[in-house]
């Protein structure tokens, strides 16, 4: 494991069971949810986001499901 290496588990919530796919700079990555897997810390920064999106859309949908 190199210093830009770091450690992500996904876990296996509801109907998101597949693994994820994420590409950084045309190299592309199947990070195995359920499993602590080492990833580039530039794909960690991509979850990370793709996390604070999935919350972002949740709160949407929420507020917007009380019409």
Same mark, same amino acid.
């Given at each position: $494991?190199?210093? *830009?290496? +770091? @450690? #992500?588990?996904?876990? /296996? #919530?509801?109907? !998101?069971?597949? *693994?994820? @796919?994420? %590409?950084? &700079? &045309? /190299? ?8 602590? +897997?080492? +990833? ?12 604070? $999106? =999935? !919350?972002?859309? =949740?709160? @949407?949908? %929420? /507020? &917007?499901?009380?019409?």
């Amino acid at each position: $494991m190199t210093k *830009d290496t +770091v @450690f #992500v588990k996904l876990p /296996r #919530v509801g109907l !998101e069971q597949e *693994d994820v @796919f994420v %590409s950084v &700079n &045309n /190299r592309t990555y199947i990070v195995k949810r359920g499993e602590k +897997v080492a +990833v580039p810390a530039a794909v960690a920064e991509v979850l990370a986001h793709r996390e604070e $999106m =999935l !919350e972002t859309i =949740l709160r @949407f949908q %929420s /507020r &917007n499901a009380k019409g």
